[in-house]
């Protein structure tokens, strides 16, 4: 007899790991359910064409409106779509932002995390979890790699909201026996990353800049230091994850790690631009060939309390999952400058 598919529900399905999650499965023959919040105007921009590949196909991708704040639809949408697994990716994921809306970022980082466990216990228990946990929770970091043991320290509302719904998984799982798992994923990146995070928002200044459409790129804290991986091989270890025989958590990362300073170096080298540096502080401006300003500081963009250094040690995953990074720092900045370069020439 013919295996069934799985079925696979993806909360946060619009967003940039959304979107690279549900091209994965769906090539792994998966049946992709998403769930997708009601917007003033269309945000489907990252999964438009998974839509249009599935004309005169069998409809293997489904969108339905929900959202982890309010667990009516949660309980509707998962007796509905009746998964084998779910992915929570949903959350206000900004962590500047987070400052401006920390009620509304509990919400729905922590409690929407319960929310969809506790519909679980109720629908199914075999459902197994995968909960987007990241590496803010180590914030001001005790040990440099961090790994799976290392003691949290969050920094931010964004930070405490995921490690409350660290525990909150670990908990479901040891109290109901779900099989609900924590990936502490480090940053990862690409050309679908939102438009207002570092990398992204360096990769498409610096475009500008050198096409001539725009002048100067205003950031803040150039020497924080991030683990910067791509968003399609982290995808693939949420997989991972759920697959492996026993519901577990594991670290994700390159285990490299670059200050935005470094980033913007090597963004400007793929670019051909030589920037020159001058100044020291909230003063510290780089300078093109024809000596025009084109990055300056702006204290807009600091963070009241800021995650210094992220590292990762991913030898949980590599030894137990046998996953490791495909992309290295400079594959990731060729895939967001080759994508950026296209829409401009567009
Ligand atoms: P993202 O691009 O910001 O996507 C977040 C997704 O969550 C979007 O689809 C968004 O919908 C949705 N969402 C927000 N609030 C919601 C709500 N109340 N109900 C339902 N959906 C809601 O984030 P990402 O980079 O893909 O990250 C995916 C997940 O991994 C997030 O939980 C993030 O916190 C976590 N994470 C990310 C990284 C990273 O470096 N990218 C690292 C560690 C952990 P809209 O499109 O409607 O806004
Ligand atoms: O790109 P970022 O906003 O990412 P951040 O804060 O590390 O958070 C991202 O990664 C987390 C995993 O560790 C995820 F959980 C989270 O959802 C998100 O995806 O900022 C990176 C660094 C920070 O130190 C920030 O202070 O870049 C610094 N930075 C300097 N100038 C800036 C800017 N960040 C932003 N967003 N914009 C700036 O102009």
């Known amino acids: 007899m013919k295996k069934k598919n799985k079925t696979a529900l993806i909360f946060g399905v619009t967003g940039q790991d959304g979107a690279y999650l549900s091209k994965f499965l769906l ?6 359910h998403g769930v997708k919040r009601r917007h003033s105007s269309i945000n489907t921009y990252r999964i438009d064409d998974i839509y249009r590949d599935q004309f005169g196909k069998k409809k293997n991708f489904q969108l339905h ?3 982890v704040t309010d667990s009516l639809s949660i309980h509707n949408i998962i007796k509905k779509v009746k998964p084998n697994e779910i992915y929570n990716l949903a959350a206000q994921s900004h962590v500047a932002v987070s400052f401006e809306l920390p009620e509304y970022t509990t919400n729905a980082d922590a409690l929407g995390t319960l929310r969809i466990l506790e519909t679980i216990v109720k629908i199914d228990k ?5 909960q987007a946990g990241s590496s803010e929770m180590f ?3 005790v040990e440099s790699p961090q790994n799976e043991k290392t003691p949290f320290y969050p920094r931010s509302p964004y930070g405490a909201a995921k490690l409350y719904s660290h525990w909150i998984t670990i908990n479901y799982r040891e109290a109901y026996k779900l099989f609900a798992c924590n990936g502490i994923l480090f940053n990862h990146e690409s050309p679908l990353r939102g438009e207002t995070f570092v990398t992204k928002k360096i990769v498409s200044g610096l475009c500008r800049i050198k096409n001539g459409n725009q002048k100067k790129l205003y950031l803040g804290n150039l020497y924080a230091k991030r683990d910067w991986g791509h968003a ?3 995808v693939e270890a949420m997989w991972k994850i759920l697959q492996h025989n026993m519901a577990d958590d594991f670290v994700i990362s390159t285990g490299k790690q670059y200050s935005i300073k470094q980033f913007i170096n090597m963004v400007a080298k793929q670019l051909s631009m030589k920037l020159k540096w001058k100044g020291a502080g909230i003063n510290e401006k780089a300078y093109d060939e024809n000596k025009n300003c084109v990055i300056e500081c702006n204290i807009k963009y600091f963070r009241k309390s800021e995650v210094d250094t992220l590292q990762g040690d991913y030898s949980k995953a590599k030894k137990i999952l046998k996953w490791k990074p495909k992309h290295n720092i400079n594959s990731l900045i060729k895939d967001m400058v080759d994508h950026e370069l296209n829409l401009l020439f567009k």
Do not use: C, L, P, W
Not at 27 to 32: E, L, S, T
Not at 126 to 130: A, L, M, P, S
């Open 27 to 32: 090539k792994k023959n998966y049946v992709v």
């Open 65 to 67: 409106y929900g959202d």
């Open 126 to 130: 075999n459902i197994k979890f995968y």
């Open 139 to 141: 914030g001001k970091v």
């Open 232 to 234: 399609e091989d982290y």
